[in-house]
């Protein structure tokens, strides 16, 4: 079974500076996708990036990116720049195949971020 | 694109009711999938549906709980007999046939307590 970690339960970030957030993962599959969603205190789930297994560049959305180290198992996700709006639970999320058909998203239990003016 | 629909957004209910929620995907999405989230954890998923067949089910879908979509579409989830601890939130999502990078795209979720 696929496993998904985040160490850090809660984080402060001080407005404009960039912050790292970790994500471990577990997997006997080789061709594996990764997901970071936000959550703000509303409660909807909204995309931010996505990185494949086989992907050769770190992908990046605005002021999104993320550090993906396969040897690693790491797929951490960096916010540069961060604004107060930015303030909200992160989860890391890991595609697994589901053997009928399809595939469904294994979430981590979460980062709490809070930027501080 | 007017995104994944879930009602209704609140449900209070006595320990022992039924409950039922519907979600509405977006509308070319024939993915559709249940995820119950308890307060500061991430989502856990509960069942999947590509078009009307149900896939896949969690071990957390106790037969207390039965999940539908009779023509593809719109789903409903119902919970019978709740019990208090079945207090969470629980999103739907939908995401397109193609594409492993395609991301789900989740409603604002249905949040259920259990007096």
């Known amino acids: 079974a696929q496993k998904i970690t985040q160490t850090q339960p809660g984080m402060f970030v001080q407005e404009k500076e960039a912050v790292t957030l970790d994500c471990t993962y577990d997997t006997s599959d080789q061709s594996y996708g990764l997901f970071w969603y936000k959550q703000p205190s509303s409660g909807e789930m909204i995309f931010l990036i996505y990185?494949?297994?086989?992907?050769?560049q770190n992908a990046t959305e605005g002021r999104y990116s993320l550090n993906f180290q396969k040897a690693r198992k790491s797929a951490n996700l960096v916010i540069s720049a961060s604004q107060l709006g930015d303030s909200a639970m992160y989860f890391c999320?890991?595609?697994?195949?589901?053997?009928?058909?399809?595939?469904?998203?294994?979430f981590g239990g979460g980062t709490r971020v809070l930027v501080k003016p | 694109d007017t995104g994944v629909s879930q009602d209704p957004r609140h449900k209070i209910t006595k320990r022992g009711q039924n409950v039922t929620f519907r979600c509405d995907p977006i509308?070319?999405?024939?993915?559709l999938y249940w995820y119950r989230q308890t307060l500061g954890q991430g989502p856990e998923f509960l069942t999947y549906f590509q078009n009307e067949a149900q896939l896949e089910k969690s071990r957390l879908l106790s037969d207390r709980f039965s999940a539908e979509r009779p023509k593809g579409s719109f789903s409903t989830l119902e919970i019978q007999r709740t019990e208090q601890g079945d207090s969470a939130m629980y999103l739907c999502?939908?995401?397109?046939?193609?594409?492993?990078?395609?991301?789900?795209?989740f409603g604002n979720g249905t949040r259920l307590t259990v007096t």
């Open positions: 509308s070319e999405h024939n993915r």
């Open positions: 990185q494949g297994s086989y992907d050769e």
């Open positions: 999502a939908s995401s397109p046939l193609t594409g492993g990078s395609s991301p789900l795209h």
């Open positions: 999320a890991m595609r697994e195949v589901i053997k009928a058909a399809g595939n469904k998203l294994t």
